[in-house]
């Protein structure tokens, strides 16, 4: 039985290979697609005389299979990733103008972070494009206008970001995909950046709080002690008297450290408005929102699109018109523009007493009183019962037309990082990391401020008493109401006869006109 079993199996065996031979002649060759039912039927044949056979099917199906599924990817790959496998780099432009950065002293530095990054990986060649700030607005419409905006820009303020509404894309899903840690940053800073409707435009990078510079030399030849150095305290006069560090004190102050060619002040009964070579008090560079913030934070659009001056912007519109052109303690136009007040840089020259800026003054323009003076920082003055210390904050931005946003995200994140302690120096930003801040103001004593004894407390104090809403912030039609606001500055500035009035009045009319313009 054993033999007749076997012999009918080897005759099985063969006559099943004479078939398969007979149907193998022709010359035409089947696609693999068309073979796999064809191998398939063969199998199921088979599987009764051989189990091991079958098994081995089994196992060599699925290996298949999954080579077939490995391989589909590779043929749908899109162009980029086709692109990158052939070690080709995908390019992000950074865009530097709108902020700071655009002075020659700061070119080495922001090219030197583009090569560290460049050197750090192989995907991404990042390339620097730093245009001059006077001009950076304009080219940058320029560019989005012909489709061709730059994949990141910055540094940047409020105002900065709202000159492009629209333009600027939400990096909330990008950080969500790769879990982004913020915990460096203080909440409210990140929270300072989600702007309704738009979505997270920004991270923190550097803040610049504002307090007042003062000359120490010229509080000493006029027996004056120093403003305050903390928030809360009085100011101690020469014979001891406390009296509240308000607006009041900081005008009483401001006149007896403004001098005439002659040597007397402007309490004098001789002073002469004429022939004034030492101011007391000024806010150097901003527009009439930064300079009046002082008085309160406030913008002049309510929540319906009605244009309005606040009446603490009122009060600052005669103060500053008086201090110029009656009392004489801020420097007016010509005064300002003058060669004497250093065509505007009115502290480097060492000749105005009391100087409201911004931190990164300090380290962009300070060269000539560096070296010639000693000074201090102190606070802002308690004005109608409360103190604002205006704030820039900085940041840098995609654009939303970019085409590569996870590769441009990867270098937000690099500038928000490694970059970091380059960058804040060369731009004068505290880091708004708050890990960085101690070693940020230690280095600055000690690479630009060896010689001066500096309160850097004043700074950091300073961050608790930001303009909210902040000057900077963007209003209906942003372009054309800042240009209108700039002329009414020009005419508190320069026009001694100006009705304030009748030029508050049109000023809102205008202002309504622009906004109106923009629905």
Same mark, same amino acid.
């Given at each position: %039985?054993?033999?007749?079993?076997?012999?009918?199996?080897?005759?099985?065996?063969?006559?099943?290979?004479?078939?398969?031979? =007979?149907? @193998?002649?022709?010359?035409?060759?089947?696609?693999?697609?068309? !073979? !796999?039912?064809?191998?398939?039927?063969?199998?199921?044949?088979?599987?009764?005389?051989?189990?091991?056979?079958?098994?081995? %099917?089994?196992?060599?199906?699925?290996?298949?299979?999954? !080579?077939?599924?490995?391989?589909?990817?590779?043929?749908?790959?899109?162009?980029?990733?086709?692109?990158?496998?052939?070690?080709?780099?995908?390019?992000?432009?950074?865009?530097?103008?709108?902020?700071?950065?655009?002075?020659?002293?700061?070119?080495?530095?922001?090219?030197?972070?583009?090569?560290?990054?460049?050197?750090?990986?192989?995907?991404?060649?990042?390339?620097?494009?730093?245009?001059?700030?006077?001009?950076?607005?304009?080219?940058?419409?320029?560019?989005?206008?012909?489709?061709?905006?730059?994949?990141?820009? /910055?540094?940047?303020?409020?105002? /900065?970001?709202?000159?492009?509404?629209?333009?600027?894309?939400?990096? /909330?899903?990008?950080?969500?995909?790769?879990?982004?840690?913020?915990?460096?940053?203080?909440?409210?800073?990140?929270?300072?950046?989600?702007?309704? @409707?738009?979505?997270?435009?920004?991270?923190?990078?550097?803040?610049?709080?504002?307090?007042?510079?003062?000359?120490?030399?010229?509080?000493?030849?006029?027996?004056?002690?120093?403003?305050?150095?903390?928030?809360?305290?009085?100011?101690?006069?020469?014979?001891?008297?406390?009296?509240?560090?308000?607006?009041?004190?900081?005008?009483?102050?401001?006149?007896? &450290?403004?001098?005439?060619?002659?040597?007397?002040?402007?309490?004098?009964?001789?002073?002469?408005?004429?022939?004034?070579?030492?101011?007391?008090?000024? +806010?150097?560079? +901003?527009?009439?929102?930064?300079? =009046?913030?002082?008085?309160?934070?406030?913008?002049?659009?309510?929540?319906?699109?009605?244009?309005?001056?606040?009446?603490?912007?009122?009060?600052?519109?005669?103060?500053?018109?008086? @201090?110029?052109?009656?009392?004489?303690?801020?420097?007016?136009?010509?005064? *300002?523009?003058?060669?004497?007040?250093?065509? *505007?840089?009115?502290?480097?020259?060492?000749?105005?007493? %009391?100087?409201?800026?911004?931190?990164?003054?300090?380290?962009? =323009?300070?060269?000539?009183?560096?070296?010639?003076?000693?000074?201090?920082?102190?606070?802002?003055?308690?004005?109608?019962?409360?103190?604002?210390?205006? %704030?820039?904050?900085?940041?840098?931005?995609?654009?939303?037309?970019?085409?590569?946003?996870?590769?441009?995200?990867?270098?937000?994140?690099? &500038?928000?990082?490694?970059?970091?302690?380059?960058?804040?120096?060369?731009?004068? *930003?505290?880091?708004?990391?708050?890990?960085?801040? #101690?070693?940020?103001?230690?280095?600055?004593?000690?690479?630009?401020?060896?010689?001066?004894?500096?309160?850097?407390?004043?700074?950091?104090?300073?961050?608790?008493?930001?303009?909210?809403?902040?000057? #900077?912030?963007?209003?209906?039609?942003?372009?054309?109401?800042?240009?209108? &606001?700039?002329?009414?500055?020009?005419?508190?500035?320069?026009?001694?006869?100006?009705?304030?009035?009748?030029?508050?009045?049109?000023?809102?009319?205008?202002?309504?006109?622009?906004?109106?313009?923009?629905?």
């Amino acid at each position: %039985m054993r033999n007749s079993r076997f012999l009918l199996l080897v005759l099985a065996l063969i006559f099943g290979m004479m078939l398969v031979a =007979c149907g @193998g002649g022709g010359t035409e060759e089947t696609p693999a697609e068309e !073979a !796999a039912p064809a191998e398939e039927s063969s199998t199921e044949e088979e599987a009764p005389a051989e189990e091991a056979e079958e098994e081995a %099917m089994e196992e060599e199906a699925p290996a298949e299979e999954e !080579a077939m599924e490995e391989e589909a990817p590779a043929e749908e790959a899109p162009a980029e990733e086709e692109a990158m496998s052939d070690g080709e780099k995908v390019e992000i432009r950074w865009y530097v103008g709108i902020g700071t950065g655009s002075d020659e002293a700061q070119f080495d530095a922001q090219n030197a972070v583009v090569d560290a990054f460049n050197a750090s990986q192989d995907e991404i060649e990042l390339v620097l494009e730093i245009v001059d700030n006077a001009s950076a607005t304009d080219v940058l419409n320029t560019q989005i206008a012909a489709g061709n905006a730059p994949d990141i820009v /910055g540094p940047m303020g409020i105002a /900065g970001r709202a000159a492009f509404p629209g333009a600027w894309l939400d990096i /909330g899903p990008l950080m969500d995909a790769v879990n982004y840690d913020v915990s460096e940053f203080d909440p409210a800073l990140v929270e300072y950046y989600k702007v309704p @409707g738009e979505g997270q435009l920004g991270l923190p990078f550097a803040v610049f709080p504002s307090f007042i510079f003062y000359n120490k030399d010229l509080f000493d030849e006029a027996g004056l002690p120093y403003p305050p150095e903390e928030f809360g305290v009085p100011y101690v006069d020469a014979d001891g008297n406390e009296l509240p560090w308000n607006l009041e004190t900081v005008e009483e102050l401001a006149k007896l &450290l403004t001098v005439d060619a002659n040597g007397n002040d402007a309490t004098s009964e001789d002073f002469d408005p004429e022939q004034i070579v030492q101011f007391g008090y000024g +806010t150097q560079w +901003t527009d009439f929102r930064g300079r =009046c913030t002082m008085f309160g934070a406030n913008l002049m659009v309510d929540e319906d699109g009605n244009a309005y001056m606040p009446d603490a912007w009122d009060e600052c519109v005669r103060w500053y018109h008086r @201090g110029q052109w009656e009392d004489f303690f801020i420097p007016n136009g010509p005064y *300002g523009g003058s060669t004497t007040f250093g065509e *505007g840089n009115w502290f480097d020259t060492g000749n105005i007493a %009391m100087d409201h800026i911004h931190l990164w003054y300090a380290t962009c =323009c300070t060269g000539n009183i560096n070296e010639n003076a000693q000074w201090g920082i102190a606070v802002m003055p308690e004005v109608n019962g409360q103190t604002t210390a205006k %704030m820039h904050a900085d940041t840098f931005a995609i654009s939303k037309s970019t085409e590569h946003p996870e590769e441009a995200f990867t270098v937000l994140t690099y &500038l928000l990082g490694e970059a970091v302690p380059d960058l804040a120096a060369v731009y004068g *930003g505290l880091p708004a990391r708050i890990p960085l801040q #101690e070693s940020f103001f230690a280095d600055l004593d000690a690479n630009q401020f060896p010689d001066q004894d500096i309160n850097w407390q004043v700074v950091i104090d300073s961050m608790s008493y930001p303009d909210n809403p902040s000057h #900077e912030e963007g209003y209906p039609n942003e372009l054309e109401a800042r240009d209108r &606001l700039n002329a009414f500055n020009q005419l508190i500035d320069n026009n001694p006869d100006m009705d304030i009035d009748a030029e508050i009045e049109s000023l809102v009319n205008d202002l309504q006109a622009i906004y109106d313009a923009a629905n």
